[in-house]
């Protein structure tokens, strides 16, 4: 059986690599916008890229645990493992696929790292949006109490602090 699903999944490997690379560069991207000006425009055209590439990988995913299926392993980096030890142990050679795979491991490591990253920069970012908001609104936001849930209650409180 695995003669069947080995070429498969080589190429299912392959083309994961690939889409990888492209969801680090929309990430470099975003990273790289987000340093200067926001451009909305830009910003949403990128988190667009970012969810069909996503969606994609998803597929691969999918397919990729059918696969290990087919072959009675989980959809699992030690599942992976096996499967590469049965692909030896039928004879065939799968070097150029677990060197890709490797790199795709890592380069999942690196997006998720630059998309928390850019996570964290846009939440500053509408943070500073909102803060900036309010002052212009005239209305400064105070702690004043908590809720049952131990949750902070915040009050606006409705004073003009530049006048005209």
Partial sequence: MIEHTF????????NALQ?????????????ESLIRPPKADFINAVAGNKRELVAQLDMFNKQLEQ????EQLPL????????FQRVAMAGLSFDT??????????LCVDCKQLNEQNGASIEM??????RTLHI?????????AYGRDGAVISDFSNSTFVSV
């Fill in 136 to 144: 212009l609104k005239g209305k400064s936001e105070n702690v004043t």
């Fill in 7 to 14: 070429p498969i999944a080589e190429q299912l490997i392959a």
């Fill in 125 to 130: 970012l509408a943070r500073n949006n909102k």
């Fill in 76 to 83: 699992s980096p030690e599942g992976v493992t096996a499967y």
């Fill in 67 to 70: 696969i290990l299926a087919a």
């Fill in 97 to 106: 696929a677990k060197v890709e795979w490797e790199q795709l491991m890592r």
């Fill in 19 to 31: 889409l990888a690379q492209r969801l680090y560069n929309q990430l470099a991207q975003e990273s």
